[in-house]
Every structure is written in structure tokens, then in C-alpha cells.
């Protein structure tokens, strides 16, 4: 079984950029399926993914922040609130995001894991999570290097 899924991407910005794109709420409902995210972005604060479902907000995923190292890394772990399994620590992936600065691109690395140890991992691995992760870097991608 796989413990980590891994993508990464080239993006003509500035790390600040996309930064700003991975943690502003107005930018976030622009790549991740509608869902604005919600924290302070302190370490230990809980993160929620929100979007709407028949003008009703809904959480889709929630977890807790793990690191945040301003335009480097951002860490965090993440559980569907809908999910049957237990809701326990040991449950959440972790999602990891690094920038790193490439001439005048930044290169974006995205690792999410370890479904060695949570629960029901064969049917979250079943999602596909890579190519998911690859959409959504491409919408970032777009996002940071139109500038809007």
C-alpha cells in the first residue's frame, strides 16, 4: 500500500504569490472546489474547509494546523467530518506543502499520508488523491501566474 501520495509543480511567481493563493480564503474558492478555507493559521488551530451545498455551508474537511513557516511550508491534518470511521487523531492525513524557489519559479510539493495508519485507507486511497492533488496544482498554477 502506498503511505504517501506525492505531486508537485512549476510556477512562474513569486513565493509570496502563492502563498497567498494557498491561504487567503478568496483565493482557495478559486481552486479548491468552492471551499474557502477557515483559521487563524496558528499551529494547533483547527482548519475547515467550507463550501456551500443548497445554500447551506457545509464542512467538507476539517483537521488541525501543523506548521506554518510564511512562503516555505504549511502543514496540516485532515479528516472528512462525514466519514464513518472514527474521528480520532490517528485517523487524519497529513498534507504538507513546500515552496521552493527555482530561478525566478517556485516549485510547489504537495505530500499527503500516511495511509499506512488511519483507517479505511484502501477506499481513501480509492479516491484517487494524486490525480486530485494534480488538478488542484494546476488551478494554482493558473491562478498564480495570471495574477487575478
Same mark, same amino acid.
Given at each position: 500500500?502506498?503511505?504517501?501520495?506525492?505531486?508537485?509543480?512549476? @510556477?512562474?511567481?513569486?513565493?509570496?504569490?502563492?502563498?497567498?493563493?494557498?491561504?487567503?480564503?478568496?483565493?482557495?474558492?478559486? $481552486?479548491? $472546489? *468552492?471551499?474557502?478555507?477557515? &483559521? =487563524?493559521?496558528?499551529?494547533?488551530?483547527?482548519?475547515?474547509?467550507?463550501?456551500?451545498?443548497? *445554500?447551506?455551508?457545509?464542512?467538507?474537511?476539517? *483537521?488541525?494546523?501543523? &506548521? $506554518?513557516?510564511?512562503?516555505?511550508?504549511?502543514? $496540516?491534518?485532515? @479528516?472528512?467530518? =462525514?466519514?464513518?470511521?472514527?474521528?480520532?487523531?490517528? =485517523?487524519?492525513?497529513? @498534507?504538507?506543502?513546500?515552496?521552493?524557489? /527555482?530561478? /525566478?519559479?517556485?516549485?510547489?510539493?504537495?505530500?499527503?499520508?500516511?495511509?499506512?495508519?488511519?483507517?479505511?485507507?484502501?477506499?481513501?486511497?480509492?479516491?484517487?488523491?494524486?490525480? *486530485?492533488?494534480?488538478?488542484?496544482?494546476?488551478? @494554482?498554477?493558473?491562478?498564480?501566474?495570471?495574477?487575478?
Amino acid at each position: 500500500m502506498t503511505d504517501f501520495v506525492r505531486a508537485s509543480i512549476r @510556477i512562474a511567481a513569486s513565493p509570496e504569490w502563492v502563498w497567498h493563493i494557498l491561504t487567503a480564503p478568496e483565493m482557495t474558492e478559486r $481552486y479548491m $472546489y *468552492g471551499c474557502r478555507v477557515a &483559521t =487563524n493559521w496558528q499551529p494547533g488551530a483547527q482548519i475547515d474547509w467550507n463550501g456551500l451545498a443548497d *445554500g447551506q455551508t457545509v464542512t467538507y474537511v476539517t *483537521g488541525q494546523v501543523l &506548521t $506554518y513557516e510564511p512562503h516555505t511550508m504549511l502543514s $496540516y491534518s485532515a @479528516i472528512d467530518p =462525514n466519514a464513518t470511521y472514527p474521528h480520532t487523531p490517528e =485517523n487524519h492525513l497529513v @498534507i504538507t506543502m513546500t515552496l521552493a524557489q /527555482d530561478g /525566478d519559479d517556485v516549485l510547489l510539493s504537495v505530500s499527503q499520508g500516511d495511509y499506512t495508519k488511519v483507517a479505511d485507507a484502501e477506499n481513501r486511497l480509492g479516491h484517487n488523491p494524486e490525480e *486530485g492533488w494534480m488538478q488542484l496544482l494546476a488551478a @494554482i498554477k493558473n491562478l498564480a501566474e495570471q495574477r487575478c
